[in-house]
């Protein structure tokens, strides 16, 4: 990971003023200790962020070990999949603004399905992610050489870019700023970046535990367009879309422009109402599934290991009755979460015991909930925490 920027000041404007407004104690998977993760405003410009950050290397062992960015499928059926929501917002963008195909290069790209989708449309596409299984996935898959590493190290070696891409990227950075200059040093003049982060905005549409271990910055739509006139671009698009993905997103296209604007400080009282009003429904949601979950006295499994685990178990009561969190990723099985082993769908599903399984997860609760109904699990014994079995499985659903 890069270094972040001087730990005790906000990462955007460097102001001291750190206003908390919720901590999580986590347990990450392979490691003993939980860690404590704090989300502040920051009240000089309102930015809401992890403050201070996790440990750089507590993120550097999550990446490598958990969250790796690979896809699952057949090469055939990948290649020849239809662009994803995201690849799709990225092209219409691109589109709409009037873009030629040139040199395009994503940051961040995993394994590669956006690049493959602007490629298909003329672009001469590279990138870089730091995952490894991703980069050899990217090769695989697409037959994208694309540079193993983090964008500090090697992005700078690029010149003359039409286009930037980076999908979900500035969110997980320590030092945007540093981030947006170097996109910024790597395009042509006139060249473009597209980007998309998750958008700070109606508390009411986010979802619990949105402030999240991954995420180090929550954008509202005046700090990203700020950061990014300070850094050097005109912005030419921005759209924000409340409804496609589990929370709202924001796209942006800016123009590379000749000079950084000085933008004036902005007014912390959106950013800390936004921030404590979902801090204060977050709460809510944690306590509702806590009471549902201190309803089940026998043991159970979890079905997901992972972040929303961690904050499942640092919001409810549910670690003491725990047998074993059950994942479908394999690099995580025989590792431990809070002392509790990682095993395989197949060894839940042959376990002697019955008990229910509390499926932790909420960008993917239906589709686990669909694959252990195919994999023959009960339907009574599926414990989901966001929304319902199928009415036909549901006849013994415990809840
Ligand atoms: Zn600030």
Request: charged share 20%; proline share 8%; aromatic share 6%.
């Given at each position: 990971?890069?270094?972040?920027p001087?730990?005790?000041?906000?990462?955007?404007?460097?102001?001291?003023d750190?206003?908390?407004?919720?901590?999580q104690?986590?347990?990450?998977?392979?490691?003993?200790?939980p860690?404590r993760v704090e989300?502040?405003v920051?009240g000089?410009?309102?930015?809401i962020?992890?403050?201070?950050?996790?440990?750089?290397?507590?993120?550097?062992?999550?990446?490598?070990?958990?969250?790796?960015?690979?896809?699952f499928?057949e090469?055939?059926?990948?290649?020849?999949?239809?662009?994803?929501?995201?690849?799709?917002?990225?092209?219409?963008?691109?589109a709409d603004?009037g873009?030629?195909?040139?040199?395009?290069?994503?940051?961040?790209?995993?394994?590669?399905?956006?690049?493959?989708?602007?490629?298909?449309?003329?672009?001469?596409v590279?990138?870089?992610d730091?995952?490894?299984?991703?980069?050899?996935?990217?090769?695989?898959?697409?037959?994208?050489?694309?540079?193993?590493?983090?964008?500090?190290?090697?992005l700078p070696r690029?010149?003359?870019?039409?286009?930037?891409?980076a999908c979900?990227?500035?969110?997980h950075?320590?030092?945007p700023?540093?981030?947006l200059?170097?996109f910024?040093?790597?395009l042509a003049?006139?060249?473009?970046?597209v980007?998309e982060?998750?958008c700070?905005?109606?508390?009411?549409?986010?979802?619990p535990?949105?402030?999240?271990f991954?995420h180090l910055?929550?954008?509202?739509?005046?700090?990203m367009?700020?950061?990014?006139?300070?850094t050097?671009?005109?912005?030419?698009?921005?759209?924000?879309?409340?409804?496609?993905?589990h929370?709202?997103?924001?796209?942006?296209?800016?123009?590379?422009?000749?000079?950084?604007?000085?933008?004036?400080?902005?007014d912390?009282?959106?950013?800390?109402?936004?921030?404590?009003?979902?801090?204060?429904?977050?709460?809510?949601?944690?306590?509702?599934?806590?009471?549902?979950?201190?309803?089940?006295?026998?043991?159970?499994?979890?079905?997901?290991?992972?972040?929303?685990t961690?904050?499942?178990?640092?919001?409810?009561g549910?670690?003491?009755?725990?047998?074993?969190?059950?994942?479908?990723?394999?690099?995580k099985?025989?590792?431990?979460?809070?002392?509790?082993a990682?095993?395989?769908?197949a060894?839940?599903?042959?376990?002697?015991?019955?008990a229910?399984?509390?499926i932790?997860?909420y960008?993917?609760?239906?589709q686990?909930?669909?694959?252990?109904?195919?994999?023959?699990?009960?339907?009574?014994?599926?414990v989901?925490?966001?929304?319902?079995?199928?009415?036909?499985?549901?006849?013994?659903?415990?809840?």
């Amino acid at each position: 990971m890069e270094a972040p920027p001087t730990a005790g000041h906000c990462a955007l404007c460097g102001g001291r003023d750190r206003l908390p407004v919720q901590s999580q104690r986590l347990a990450l998977l392979g490691r003993d200790e939980p860690c404590r993760v704090e989300f502040c405003v920051c009240g000089d410009c309102g930015h809401i962020q992890q403050w201070p950050p996790a440990a750089p290397e507590l993120m550097a062992h999550h990446y490598r070990s958990v969250a790796t960015y690979e896809v699952f499928g057949e090469i055939e059926s990948l290649r020849a999949a239809p662009p994803s929501r995201h690849a799709r917002r990225f092209l219409q963008l691109a589109a709409d603004i009037g873009l030629a195909p040139g040199r395009a290069y994503e940051v961040g790209c995993a394994s590669g399905a956006m690049m493959h989708q602007f490629r298909s449309q003329g672009w001469q596409v590279a990138g870089c992610d730091p995952s490894p299984s991703a980069i050899s996935q990217a090769a695989a898959i697409f037959d994208i050489q694309a540079d193993l590493g983090n964008e500090a190290d090697v992005l700078p070696r690029q010149r003359a870019l039409d286009l930037v891409l980076a999908c979900h990227v500035l969110e997980h950075l320590y030092d945007p700023r540093a981030a947006l200059a170097r996109f910024h040093a790597v395009l042509a003049q006139g060249g473009h970046l597209v980007l998309e982060v998750p958008c700070a905005t109606m508390p009411d549409r986010l979802p619990p535990g949105w402030f999240t271990f991954e995420h180090l910055h929550y954008y509202q739509p005046a700090a990203m367009q700020r950061l990014l006139s300070e850094t050097g671009f005109e912005v030419v698009e921005t759209r924000i879309d409340s409804t496609s993905e589990h929370y709202p997103v924001m796209a942006i296209a800016a123009r590379k422009s000749g000079q950084r604007q000085t933008v004036p400080a902005a007014d912390a009282s959106a950013g800390l109402h936004l921030a404590h009003s979902y801090a204060a429904r977050d709460k809510l949601l944690w306590t509702a599934t806590a009471l549902r979950l201190a309803c089940i006295q026998e043991p159970v499994f979890v079905y997901g290991a992972g972040i929303h685990t961690a904050q499942l178990l640092d919001r409810t009561g549910l670690l003491p009755n725990i047998i074993a969190i059950a994942d479908r990723d394999s690099k995580k099985w025989g590792q431990s979460q809070a002392g509790k082993a990682v095993i395989s769908p197949a060894d839940l599903l042959a376990h002697p015991s019955r008990a229910p399984v509390v499926i932790s997860s909420y960008v993917s609760e239906r589709q686990i909930v669909a694959a252990l109904l195919e994999g023959g699990i009960a339907p009574g014994r599926l414990v989901p925490l966001y929304s319902q079995i199928p009415p036909q499985t549901a006849t013994r659903a415990a809840h």
